[in-house]
């Protein structure tokens, strides 16, 4: 099992950043793929951005391509979301999951409590 507990949420306001960081527990996080999900209020959870096990593939949703980057320290069991140019659209909850099988398209088995990031106008 892996647990995720992510941190970093907060207020910001538009045109800002923040840096989500998710810290892994319990099994090789090196096994698992890991993404960074988000659920605004009253819509759905969507996938944000998601790396391979080793960090050689990333995948980003299209609303935060070039303002978002992920990234992961294997040996620090954490994996990070930079979040730039902070748009008022992007507050939700954020989420961070693992998935052993497949880095986009897969349902994660193991997922953090949230944090919340919410940009002001």
């Known amino acids: 099992q892996v647990q995720l507990v992510e941190s970093g949420g907060g207020l910001v306001q538009a045109g800002g950043s923040l840096r989500l960081s998710c810290a892994a527990s319990?099994?090789?996080?090196?096994?698992?793929?890991m993404g960074w999900f988000r659920q605004p209020p009253g819509k759905e959870r969507e996938l944000v951005a998601a790396?391979?096990?080793?960090?050689?593939?990333?995948n980003f949703a299209d609303s935060v391509k070039g303002r978002f980057t992920i990234s992961r320290d294997n040996a620090k069991m954490t994996v990070y979301l930079q979040m730039n140019r902070l748009k008022p659209e992007d507050t939700a909850v954020y989420y961070c999951?693992?998935?052993?099988?497949?880095?986009?398209?897969?349902?994660?088995?193991?997922w953090g409590q949230g944090t919340q990031v919410t940009v002001s106008s």
């Open positions: 790396i391979s096990r080793r960090g050689g593939i990333t």
């Open positions: 999951a693992a998935d052993a099988s497949t880095i986009v398209g897969g349902i994660p088995e193991y």
């Open positions: 319990g099994d090789t996080f090196s096994s698992y793929h």
